[in-house]
T-cell receptor, first 114, second 110 residues
Framework: DAGVIQSPRHEVTEMGQEVTLRCKPI?????LFWYRQTMMRGLELLIY????????DSGMPEDRFSAKMPNASFSTLKIQPSEPRDSAVYFC????????????FGSGTRLTVV | DAKTTQPNSMESNEEEPVHLPCNHS???????IHWYRQLPSQGPEYVIH???SNVNNRMASLAIAEDRKSSTLILHRATLRDAAVYYC???????????FGKGTKLSVKP
């Protein structure tokens, strides 16, 4: 099992540009989560999907952020337009649904907006 | 949301046992207790979880108090690779997703 796969690993972009982060969850997992980590705010949940349907996007900071899950094996997090304060490490995680299952996290995408 | 209290930091010597405490006095009866760790420059990693009974796996043991208001993660022989931030998180019943607090930063001395 290759685990949760995120791409790219690093992204440097200029303010105002569109950024797309990608995630491939573990096959068979029906829940997918996007987190953001900064020194100031720690790990924050942005949005999560269950069976490809967004369940809770209350953590998405602004309308500039959007996430999609077109099928069970792929999700994207898009920032348009990007701002320097969006610089962070973005993690994707997947799991089976329910408290009896652990999450598997990807290695993250380190985003720098200059 | 169930609130958790963990020490900000702990130190251990290599090859000695480590007991990482967590208080979760407002935990729901249906919440599992999950533990994750995050090594430097890596994503969080699942360690162990339990509901009422103590649990063991290849990474650690989890001791849950009878009233479920606290738990302890036990690393039986700490290695340098165990230096990480450890998060205790109630999850599953009242809490529909993992909410990370500040965790405990564990340092391991050779």
């Amino acid at each position: 099992d290759a685990g949760v796969i995120q791409s790219p690993r690093h992204e440097v972009t200029e303010m105002g540009q569109e950024v797309t982060l990608r995630c491939k969850p573990i096959s068979g997992h029906n829940s997918l989560f996007w987190y953001r980590q900064t020194m100031m705010r720690g790990l924050e949940l942005l949005i999560y999907f269950n069976n490809n349907v967004p369940i809770d996007d209350s953590g998405m900071p602004e309308d500039r952020f959007s996430a999609k899950m077109p099928n069970a094996s792929f999700s994207t997090l898009k920032i348009q337009p990007s701002e320097p304060r969006d610089s962070a490490v973005y993690f994707c995680a997947s799991s089976h649904t329910g408290g009896g299952y652990g999450y598997t996290f990807g290695s993250g995408t380190r985003l720098t907006v200059v | 949301d169930a609130k958790t209290t963990q020490p900000n930091s702990m130190e251990s010597n290599e090859e000695e046992p480590v007991h990482l405490p967590c208080n979760h006095s407002t935990i729901s009866g249906t919440d599992y207790i999950h533990w994750y760790r995050q090594l430097p420059s890596q994503g969080p990693e699942y360690v162990i979880h339990g509901l009422t009974s103590n649990v063991n796996n290849r990474m650690a043991s989890l001791a849950i108090a009878e009233d479920r208001k606290s738990s302890t993660l036990i690393l039986h022989r700490a290695t340098l690779r165990d230096a990480a931030v450890y998060y205790c998180i109630p999850y599953g019943g009242s809490q529909g997703n993992l909410i990370f607090g500040k965790g405990t930063k564990l340092s391991v001395k050779p």
